[in-house]
């Protein structure tokens, strides 16, 4: 296990968008930098969009957020129950189809340090249970960790216009996740493990 210098873990305040912008108009400008609130550390909790998911069913995900200029790494570790499709800042970085075993992708190169950025998932759900885990760590140069995780903060969609998986796509009216479960509950139980120091 991994063990680093500065133990602190620090939460990514997320902000609001703004309203929606009229077609053909400019993107909403990006909102002032936030500067992360010590706290503890977040757990990723399942989400999906509603308690009752269907056969075959598809869900699309967006959760945005802003990052301070000096970012060292960062990855992303992800499960959904059935499968997912992973972009950052509209960038498509793979798929995974084992619930049972997280996929951690390396997104340093995607992200835009000093602006907006956005995590966007497609999950499918095949039969059953459905459920989306994601938990995104950057450690900043001087060795503190920003986390952003699912939870009730995710927007999601049954589907939705081309250019969802981009930070100029106004998301506004989309509705809130629905929290599924926590992890470690059934039906899934700890698929991902807590986030180490």
């Known amino acids: 296990m ?4 500065i133990p602190v873990c620090l939460i990514l305040a997320i ?8 077609v053909g108009s400019a993107p909403p400008p990006v909102p002032h930098e936030v500067k992360p ?31 301070p ?11 959904c129950d059935d499968s997912h499709r992973l972009f950052v ?3 498509d970085l793979g798929a995974g189809t084992d619930w049972k075993t997280p996929r951690t992708y390396d ?10 950025n956005v995590i966007a998932v497609e999950g499918r759900n095949g039969s059953g249970n459905a459920g989306m885990a994601l938990r995104f760590r950057a450690t900043l140069k001087d060795g503190n960790k920003l ?27 989309w509705p809130k996740a629905v929290v599924i479960a ?15 120091e």
């Open 89 to 91: 800042n509209g960038h």
């Open 69 to 79: 200029p000096e970012i060292a790494s960062a990855a992303i570790t992800i499960v």
């Open 182 to 196: 926590k992890m470690g509950d059934p039906p899934w139980g700890v698929v991902m493990l807590p986030e180490s």
């Open 147 to 173: 986390l952003v995780v699912s939870d009730a903060k995710w927007l999601c969609l049954g589907d939705a216009l081309e250019g969802w998986q981009t930070p100029d796509f106004s998301a506004t009216s």
């Open 37 to 67: 609130e010590a706290a503890g550390k977040p757990t990723p909790v399942w989400i999906w969009k509603s308690a009752t998911p269907a056969e075959n069913e598809k869900v699309v995900f967006r959760r945005e957020f802003e990052l």
């Open 15 to 22: 902000l609001p968008t703004g309203a929606e912008p009229a």
């Open 107 to 116: 997104v340093l190169a995607q992200l835009k340090p000093g602006g907006r």
């Open 2 to 5: 991994l063990q680093f210098s």
